[in-house]
């Protein structure tokens, strides 16, 4: 088993073509599940469920992550058989003696009960078997630290004094920008070019929700774009911020791979700003996220707003990002009782 025959559309390869008693092993069935949707795929909303590259790197780190755990055992495979109540409070265990945190424990849980879900959907397990419905995820889930910092921190890092086109520099900037711009997200913001900006307005199509948006540039983030069109300007279709280059970087994978890599270096240089500023807060590009929701509500804006203007589905979406807020003025409140 391998690639789909070439009369076979890519992305419906699982659909029709997994079969026999391979279709039971389950590191094969994810390994197919991500060898469905090729790298090249160009479709926002795959069919298959896997059009994009985060997600299939998400099946594939699952497959490993089961192949080591397995092997501790002296085994080499897995059948959905095997994966009962038992085996997963054993693999939840297995990543508690290595640190993982609970969070990172929810990441593969989520994952494998998708496989799972997907595999039950394509004939390849039994209902009856299913473990989900007794050993819950949930368990493992731990309440999100507070993200948001206050207008005056952000104020602060606008101050932050750094050599101007450093590295530094852009990550400050693609702080500021986030939060300017209704917290976008930090991949949204790699692949923006200037062919985005139109007549002071951000316009631009979200990578995780194909949900489309046109956004009023505010001072601050013109500012920044001043920077990059003296420093950064090609034509409109070069890319705004200093992290891919259209002609070197012109693969899904390639850019996947510098992108997360720069992220990565980002968070390391917020983390440094807020440290040198006082911050208790470590700050990551999320934190600009979420700053923007709290800083709105605060400012009396009705959360059914922000959710609109976060592009969420739901208000109870917003509300995680606004929970820590709520907290505050709770404790505020409570102080009248003295």
Request: glycine share 6%; with cysteine.
């Amino acid at each position: 088993m391998g690639h789909a025959p070439a009369t076979v559309p890519p992305c419906d390869f699982i659909m029709g073509v997994l079969s026999g008693g391979q279709r039971e092993t389950v590191p094969l069935f994810t390994r197919n599940m991500v060898e469905a949707c090729p790298t090249d795929c160009q479709r926002p909303r795959c069919p298959c469920g896997i059009g994009s590259l985060g997600t299939a790197k998400c099946y594939f780190d699952l497959k490993n992550s089961i192949r080591t755990f397995i092997l501790k055992d002296g085994r080499t495979d897995l059948t959905f058989r095997d994966i009962t109540v038992s085996f997963l409070k054993k693999y939840e265990a297995d990543f508690k003696s290595r640190g993982t945190t609970d969070n990172g424990i929810s990441f593969y849980m989520r994952t494998l009960r998708a496989v799972l879900n997907r595999a039950i959907a394509e004939g390849a397990c039994k209902k009856d078997i299913y473990p989900f419905n007794t050993y819950k995820i949930s368990h493992l889930s731990t309440k999100t630290i507070k993200r948001a910092i206050s207008k005056a921190e952000i104020e602060l890092i606008r101050n932050f004094a750094c050599e101007p086109g450093s590295q530094l520099h852009r990550s400050k900037n693609i702080f500021l920008f986030s939060y300017y711009n209704r917290g976008i997200n930090f991949s949204d913001i790699a692949m923006l070019k200037w062919d985005n900006i139109k007549a002071n307005r951000l316009t631009y199509t979200r990578l995780k929700t194909d949900k489309y948006y046109n956004i009023l540039l505010l001072d601050p983030a013109l500012e920044i774009l001043a920077f990059y069109r003296d420093s950064n300007y090609r034509d409109k279709d070069s890319y705004i911020f200093p992290i891919l280059d259209e002609h070197r970087h012109n693969t899904p994978v390639s850019i996947q791979n510098l992108v997360h890599k720069v992220l990565g270096q980002t968070n390391k240089d917020l983390k440094s700003i807020g440290e040198q500023l006082g911050i208790t807060t470590p700050l990551t590009t999320y934190v600009a996220r979420h700053s923007y929701a709290t800083v709105l509500k605060r400012s009396g804006i009705s959360t059914s707003v922000i959710s609109e203007a976060m592009g969420h589905d739901s208000e109870r979406t917003t509300q995680i990002y606004l929970d820590s807020f709520e907290n505050d003025v709770l404790d505020e409140a409570s102080k009248a009782l003295l």
